[in-house]
């Protein structure tokens, strides 16, 4: 069985159940689906998918660094999205946060999302 570390870090939210922020498996990590939540209130951000989905990355940036890493090194992305008519605003908020060779990514539209959040994107990154 491969070595398994919880990463755990207070400038993400908390968990809202029985999970890690990550995982941290030899040379991968693996976050956890943020969504917008401040993590200090953990309330969510207030305004629509622009200002969640800034949010959303914020806190994946936060849980990749607390792994000794960073949201550049990431290799997969799974995107859930409440409306994929938000898809061109999460792409350009996307294109701010990463360098090419951009990471292989899904998207996919759901009919809820954890807090009533309109936005949630997880994350495997290397380490």
Do not use: C, W
């Not at 898809?87 to 759901?110: D, G």
């Amino acid at each position: 069985m491969p070595d398994r570390e919880a990463i755990k870090t207070d400038a993400a939210p908390a968990a809202l159940g029985p999970y890690s922020q990550a995982i941290k498996s030899g040379e991968l990590i693996f976050l956890s689906g943020q969504i917008p939540l401040d993590p200090e209130t953990m309330e969510l951000v207030e305004g629509g998918i622009e200002e969640q989905t800034r949010q959303v990355f914020k806190n994946l940036r936060s849980v990749a660094e607390a792994a000794g890493s960073g949201l550049q090194n990431a290799v997969k992305l799974t995107i859930y999205l409440i409306d994929l008519s938000d898809f061109a605003m999460v792409n350009s908020i996307m294109a701010e946060n990463f360098n090419e060779p951009y990471p292989a990514r899904a998207t996919i539209q759901v009919s809820a999302l954890p807090k009533h959040s309109i936005v949630e994107i997880d994350a495997i990154i290397t380490g």
